[in-house]
């Protein structure tokens, strides 16, 4: 059985590089959101037209994003997202919940700091992992049905 995880939130931390590399040799393929900063915030103003107003600039940049991550999330099968301990991420928590109501396989991964903002969002999540390790450990689980060593 291969697993589509789509891994969303944080772009300022390698906990994308330590899952996919902790899941080498599992069946499973990775897709995110772009995760350059400059590109993701720019897209829309490079590719669509200058804006004087960072309203509109930030939000054609959004919008652009936007068409990768719905595909992205549409397509998994498990939609991991990430808080950081660093910046209020409404666009993680937006995503946890649009991968929420399509029903998607949710894992949340952050410190137990944000136990409590993220207790609505936690609860609508199959697992919540303080560490990326334990999400390789999920995913192991799911694809083999053995436990961790």
Avoid at 30 to 42: I, M, R
Avoid at 71 to 90: C, L, P, S, T
Avoid at 102 to 107: A, Q, R, T, V
Wanted: negative net charge; proline residues 4%.
């Amino acid at each position: 059985m291969t697993l589509k995880v789509y891994l969303s939130g944080e772009i300022h931390t390698d906990w994308r590089e330590q899952i996919t590399d902790g899941a080498a040799g599992l069946d499973v393929s990775f897709g995110a959101p772009v995760t350059d900063h400059a590109a993701s915030d720019d897209c829309g103003v490079a590719i669509l037209g200058a804006e004087p107003d960072k309203n509109w600039h930030d939000r054609k940049g959004a919008m652009v994003n936007a068409i990768r991550t719905r595909k992205g999330i549409e397509d998994a099968d498990v939609v991991v997202v990430r808080f950081g301990d660093q910046y209020k991420q409404w666009n993680a928590a937006f995503d946890a919940g649009y991968a929420a109501a399509l029903g998607k396989s949710l894992i949340i991964l952050h410190g137990p700091d944000h136990a409590h903002p993220l207790k609505e969002v936690d609860a609508a999540a199959l697992a919540v992992a303080e560490h990326p390790a334990q999400v390789v450990q999920i995913l192991q689980y799911v694809l083999t049905g053995q436990l961790p060593d």
